[in-house]
């Protein structure tokens, strides 16, 4: 029996059809595939550095060099794990994602709950883009408005001296640092994770609102039973995504406070990989960092994705 005679008894096309009939689809593919193996996939082949005293004036090019290079194997990584700044960097690290994840990420659900409830179109429009705008900014911006606001020099401490107070200056704060550059990317990401929402509750049908209305439901059971319930695959689908992206907590909005706080607040793993890795010219213990970085991401992703399966919900991918 041949394949194409067994799938369509099954009722599904065989492969060669299916490969005829989508050949256009297939074909639109290819330079995004292509691309992604260039810049995603083939990069990854540059881990075996970690393994390596890694030269790259070694060789006629970079890739050249990774063949001349000695080998070294585990040293870098007994380099990293003897290190004290490292687990500082890792403890900074997850402090600052709990933060996130507490602080940042119910404000974009709260927001986009709250824009639902606005009747008028116009005014849902102008709020939404209003608060989408500071995506766009870069994190240099996003820097200089909060040092004009809450700097030495800015607003708040001019008011306070104005009326006879002592200026505050909390950009330089190592103490509330953490909690500053939570602010800072909630101001500037919010909207992004209001249009995500906002666009999981347009699925939602109008007659649900309409039949419990009828029944008696008010605006809090509405939005309890049908509402919350419409965001719910949404919501576990970006903390998956969140949670895997746990260990990546913002490196130039970090590095370009370093010097205002010291190390001792601002270091986390991105920082600490470019200052002690590239800027020292160590690309194997550099590498061997961002391996580990990327093997932790894996495994919280994994364990995310599970805890979502079990809480009943698809997540990143299913069972």
Same mark, same amino acid.
């Given at each position: 029996? !041949?394949?194409?005679?067994?799938g369509?008894?099954?009722g599904k096309?065989?492969?060669?059809?299916?490969l005829?009939?989508?050949r256009?689809?297939?074909l639109?593919?290819?330079?995004?595939?292509?691309?992604l #193996?260039? &810049?995603?996939?083939?990069? /990854?082949?540059?881990n %075996?550095?970690? &393994?390596?005293?890694?030269?790259?004036?070694? $060789?006629?090019?970079?890739?050249?060099?990774?063949?001349?290079?000695?080998? !070294?194997?585990?040293?870098?990584?007994?380099?990293?794990?003897?290190d004290?700044?490292?687990?500082?960097? /890792?403890?900074?690290?997850?402090?600052?994602?709990?933060?996130q994840?507490?602080?940042?990420f119910p404000i974009?659900?709260?927001?986009?709950?709250l824009?639902?409830? %606005?009747?008028? +179109?116009?005014?849902r429009?102008?709020?939404?883009?209003v608060?989408?705008?500071?995506?766009?900014?870069?994190?240099?911006?996003? /820097? !200089?408005?909060?040092?004009?606001i809450?700097?030495?020099?800015?607003?708040?401490?001019?008011?306070?001296?104005? *009326?006879? *107070?002592?200026?505050?200056?909390?950009?330089?704060?190592?103490?509330?640092f953490?909690?500053?550059?939570?602010?800072?990317?909630?101001?500037?990401?919010?909207?992004?994770?209001?249009?995500?929402?906002?666009?999981?509750?347009?699925?939602?049908? +109008?007659?649900?609102?309409?039949?419990?209305?009828?029944?008696g439901? $008010?605006?809090?059971?509405?939005?309890? *039973?049908?509402?919350?319930?419409?965001?719910?695959?949404?919501?576990?689908?970006?903390?998956v995504?969140?949670?895997?992206?746990?260990?990546? %907590?913002?490196f130039?909005? #970090?590095?370009?406070q370093?010097?205002?706080?010291?190390? =001792?607040a601002?270091? %986390?793993?991105?920082?600490y990989?470019w200052?002690?890795g590239?800027?020292?010219?160590?690309?194997?213990?550099?590498?061997?960092?961002g391996?580990?970085? =990327?093997?932790?991401g894996?495994?919280?992703?994994?364990?995310?994705?599970?805890?979502? *399966?079990?809480?009943?919900?698809?997540?990143?991918?299913?069972?």
């Open positions: 029996m !041949t394949e194409e005679s067994a369509q008894r099954e096309p065989a492969f060669r059809l299916r005829r009939r989508d256009t689809l297939i639109m593919t290819l330079p995004a595939i292509a691309l #193996l260039v &810049f995603t996939y083939l990069p /990854v082949l540059g %075996v550095v970690a &393994f390596q005293d890694y030269d790259p004036y070694l $060789g006629d090019n970079g890739f050249s060099a990774m063949f001349l290079s000695p080998w !070294t194997g585990l040293e870098n990584f007994r380099r990293i794990f003897a004290p700044g490292f687990w500082h960097a /890792v403890q900074n690290t997850f402090v600052l994602f709990l933060l994840l507490v602080l940042y974009p659900v709260a927001l986009a709950l824009i639902n409830s %606005v009747v008028r +179109p116009r005014v429009a102008v709020a939404q883009a608060m989408y705008l500071p995506h766009f900014f870069s994190w240099v911006l996003v /820097v !200089t408005v909060f040092q004009q809450l700097g030495g020099a800015g607003i708040i401490a001019q008011t306070l001296r104005r *009326h006879g *107070h002592q200026g505050i200056d909390l950009m330089t704060d190592p103490g509330i953490k909690f500053l550059v939570t602010a800072e990317g909630v101001w500037k990401d919010a909207g992004w994770g209001i249009i995500v929402f906002l666009a999981a509750l347009s699925s939602v049908p +109008p007659d649900l609102y309409e039949a419990a209305a009828m029944d439901a $008010g605006r809090r059971r509405r939005m309890w *039973h049908i509402t919350l319930p419409a965001l719910r695959p949404v919501i576990a689908l970006l903390l995504l969140r949670v895997g992206d746990a260990l990546t %907590v913002g130039e909005q #970090l590095l370009l370093r010097d205002a706080v010291g190390p =001792g601002s270091e %986390v793993l991105d920082t990989v200052w002690n590239i800027r020292n010219q160590d690309f194997g213990y550099a590498a061997a960092a391996l580990i970085k =990327g093997v932790i894996l495994g919280l992703v994994l364990t995310a994705n599970k805890v979502a *399966h079990l809480m009943g919900e698809q997540g990143v991918y299913e069972k």
